[in-house]
């Protein structure tokens, strides 16, 4: 009697999901990030409204350069764009415009940081003096670590991207999603500090 036994072979595995633990990363930074500018500036409208409230301006002292914070908030969204774009072109293996478009990322972040940099030195803001002067330089300089954190993000991706790794769409996706979050953290920290008087 032949007894033969059958061998059942089972399909090969589906392909694992790709994970996403920069793209979550940066969501999750971002979102802690929101947490804390949203908390500076509501304590920033609430000091600004008792010193309306009592008659006074705020802030008293200081003229406040207009024209370098809107520059400033141009540059940080003209910034999105060219972060989308790298995001386009890597995804499309297109490594000339990539490195083009973080070249250009990296200059515009470096402008804003030279914008920032004239405003303090135009307003020369005492912080000794009052609170007002802890807050702009607490407010603004996190607003600057966030700009300045996003260009180290910027040179990183620029590496990976052009180190060969350009398929890989996720590191230049978490890259425009962080900008994103910071031209909005800027628009709000412009709006609250810059333009309301």
């Known amino acids: 009697m032949n007894t033969s036994t059958a061998v059942f072979e089972l399909p090969p595995a589906p392909v694992a999901a790709p994970r996403r633990q920069l793209l979550v990363g940066t969501a999750l930074a971002c979102t802690a990030a929101t947490m804390l500018m949203g908390g500076m500036l509501a304590i920033w409208v609430l000091l600004r409204e ?108 620029a590496f990976r991207a052009l180190g060969g790794r350009l398929q890989e769409a996720e590191v230049l996706s978490a890259h425009a999603l962080y900008w994103y979050f910071a031209a909005a953290a800027y628009s709000a920290v412009w709006f609250v500090v810059y333009v309301t008087k």
Do not use: K
């Open 50 to 157: 008792r010193v309306v409230d009592s008659g006074g301006r705020f802030p008293a002292d200081y003229v406040i350069p207009e024209v370098a914070s809107n520059v400033m908030l141009m540059t940080i969204w003209a910034l999105c764009i060219f972060a989308q774009w790298a995001v386009y072109s890597g995804s499309r293996g297109d490594r000339a415009h990539t490195g083009l478009a973080l070249a250009v990322t990296a200059l515009l972040a470096i402008a804003f940081i030279n914008a920032q940099a004239f405003i303090y030195a135009d307003m020369a803001v005492e912080i000794r003096t009052d609170y007002y002067g802890v807050l702009f330089y607490a407010v603004t300089g996190t607003m600057l670590a966030i700009v300045v954190a996003g260009l180290l993000y910027t040179t990183v991706a």
